[in-house]
C-alpha cells in the first residue's frame, strides 16, 4: 500500500492551494480529483475577490450581516494572500485589486451600507460609503441614479480559468502527486491515519477505468465543495452544507470600462471586466439545481438556466452600467456551489475524526487562500493563525445550527 503524509480530496482552488501550501513545507502530499482539477465551482466561479459583506449576507438587515462579518479575520488574511498569490506561485492567475464598489440607488440601500460599513471597519476593513458624487468620480461609467457606494481598496478579481491549475502545478513542481480522474470512494481510521479506496475513472496513472488500491495517509483533507456532506458521511461525520445553483454571463469583449468589482447593496449583482474585455455579471442569481426522483439534490447532475434569472441579472447589471445595454452576451453559464445553514464558513477538524480537517462554505475561492492556510496549520499540528470558534465544524453536532 502506498503511504503519504497527507491526502487532499478534491482539485477545486481549494484543494490546490492546500497541497501547494503544505508542499512547501516539505510535506508528502497526494490530491486527488474525481473529474478534472477545476472542473467544478472553481473553474465556473465569478472571480470576485470580495471581501466586504456580499448581499445575500446583508439583505436580512445588520443583525445577520453581523454574524456573518465573523469570518472577517478570514477576508483580511485572504486579501492579504491575493496580494503576493502570483508572485509566490509563480504564474499568472489574473489578479487585480483595484477596488470594489457596492451600489445604493435608494436611501434605505444607503443606510444599510453605512451600517454595515460600520461593522466591517470594526473588524479592520478598510472601507468608506462615497456620495454620487465622489462614486461618479471614482467610476464615471456608472450609471448616475447611482445614490451612494461603499468603497473597498482591496476588493478585485481574479481568473478563475488559471488559479486552481497554476496552484495544482506549483503543488507538482514542490513533489506534490496530482491525479485527475481518482475517486475517494472509502475513507477508514487505521494505524492513528486514514487508508483511502481510491477509484481510477479514467486512463491516466491511477490505472484502468474501475481499478482501485488503497493509500495510507497521515491525515486527510476534505476540499470537495458541495461534495463535503458526503465526504463527511463517508467517515460518519455530520458537515451540514446547502448546494446553490447559480447562473453567470459573459458579454462579448468591449474596451477597458469597468475597472472595479462591482456590487450591489439592494440585488444579486456582480461585476467586473476581465482583462481581455469580456464582462462577467453575476452576483447569485438562482439556476435549478438538478433533482433525483425523491426531489433531493442530485450534485452529478449539471442545474439548468433559468431564464428569469438572466434577465434579472442583465437588468440589474444594466441599471448599474446603463452603457451594458449595448454589449451582447456571448453565453450564460451555471454552477454549483455551497454554504452552510448559518452563513459562516465550515472550517477545522472534523469532529470525532481525528488528523481529518475540512474547509467550505460561502466565497471559498475568495477565502481559499486563508482557508487553504488555516488547513495546512492544522495538519501541521500547529495552532491557526485565526480564531476558528466561529467555524468550527463541530457547532453541527447533534443537528444543524441556524443563524
Ligand atoms: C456561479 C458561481 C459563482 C461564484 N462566484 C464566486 C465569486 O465570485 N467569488 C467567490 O469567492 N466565490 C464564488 N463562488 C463560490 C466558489 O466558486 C466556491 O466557493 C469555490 O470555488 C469552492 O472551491 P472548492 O475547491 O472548495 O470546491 P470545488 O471547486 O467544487 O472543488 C471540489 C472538488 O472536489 C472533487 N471531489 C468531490 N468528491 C470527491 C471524491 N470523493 N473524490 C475525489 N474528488 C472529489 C470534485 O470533483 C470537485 O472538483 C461562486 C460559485 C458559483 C457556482
Request: proline share 6%.
Amino acid at each position: 500500500m502506498d503511504r503519504v503524509d497527507v491526502l487532499v480530496v478534491g482539485g477545486g482552488f481549494l484543494g490546490c492551494a492546500t497541497a501547494w501550501m503544505l508542499a512547501r513545507e516539505g510535506a508528502d502530499v497526494l490530491l486527488v480529483e474525481r473529474d478534472q482539477v477545476n472542473q467544478h465551482a472553481s473553474g465556473q466561479n465569478a472571480g470576485s475577490l470580495h471581501f466586504q459583506l456580499e448581499y445575500r449576507m446583508i439583505e436580512r438587515g445588520i443583525e445577520a450581516a453581523k454574524l456573518a462579518a465573523e469570518a472577517m479575520p478570514l477576508h483580511l488574511e485572504a486579501a492579504q494572500w491575493w496580494e503576493r498569490l502570483t508572485e509566490e506561485v509563480g504564474e499568472p492567475l489574473g489578479v487585480s485589486q483595484t477596488g470594489g464598489l457596492m451600489l445604493a440607488h435608494t436611501a434605505e440601500q444607503e443606510r444599510l451600507l453605512h451600517a454595515k460599513a460600520e461593522v466591517e471597519r470594526a473588524w479592520g476593513l478598510d472601507v468608506r460609503v462615497l456620495d454620487r458624487e465622489a462614486v461618479l468620480a471614482e467610476a464615471p461609467y456608472l450609471s448616475p441614479t447611482v445614490r451612494a457606494a461603499s468603497h473597498c481598496p482591496i476588493e478585485g478579481k481574479a481568473d478563475t480559468r488559471l488559479a486552481a491549475p497554476a496552484l495544482a502545478r506549483a503543488a507538482a513542481r514542490l513533489g506534490a502527486d496530482v491525479q485527475g480522474r481518482c475517486e475517494v470512494v472509502r475513507l477508514a481510521r487505521a494505524g492513528g491515519g486514514w487508508t483511502a479506496t481510491l477509484r481510477s475513472r479514467g486512463a491516466g496513472p491511477a490505472g484502468p477505468v474501475g481499478t482501485e488500491r488503497t493509500v495510507q495517509a497521515d491525515a486527510v483533507v476534505l476540499a470537495a465543495g458541495v461534495w463535503t456532506t458526503e465526504l463527511g458521511a463517508m467517515i460518519g461525520s455530520e458537515l451540514p452544507t446547502i448546494p446553490l445553483a447559480l447562473t453567470m454571463s459573459v458579454t462579448v469583449r468591449r474596451p477597458p470600462l469597468i475597472s472595479h468589482l462591482v456590487q450591489h447593496a439592494g440585488t444579486r449583482l456582480s461585476l467586473k471586466q476581465a482583462g481581455d474585455g469580456n464582462v462577467l455579471i453575476g452576483g447569485g442569481w438562482p439556476a435549478r439545481l438538478g433533482r433525483g426522483p425523491l426531489g433531493e439534490a442530485d450534485l452529478a447532475r449539471s442545474p439548468e438556466i433559468v431564464a428569469g434569472s438572466v434577465a434579472g441579472n442583465a437588468r440589474a447589471a444594466v441599471a448599474a452600467v446603463p452603457e451594458l445595454a449595448h454589449v451582447p452576451v456571448l453565453r450564460t453559464w451555471v454552477g454549483t456551489t455551497t454554504v452552510t445553514p448559518d452563513q459562516l464558513p465550515l472550517v477545522g477538524a472534523v469532529p470525532d475524526a481525528p488528523g481529518a480537517f475540512v474547509a467550505t462554505g460561502g466565497s471559498a475561492f475568495t477565502l481559499g487562500p486563508s482557508f487553504a492556510q488555516v488547513l495546512t496549520d492544522l495538519v501541521q499540528g500547529r495552532p491557526a493563525g485565526t480564531d476558528l470558534t466561529p467555524y468550527d465544524p463541530r457547532r453541527y453536532r447533534g443537528g444543524a445550527r441556524v443563524g
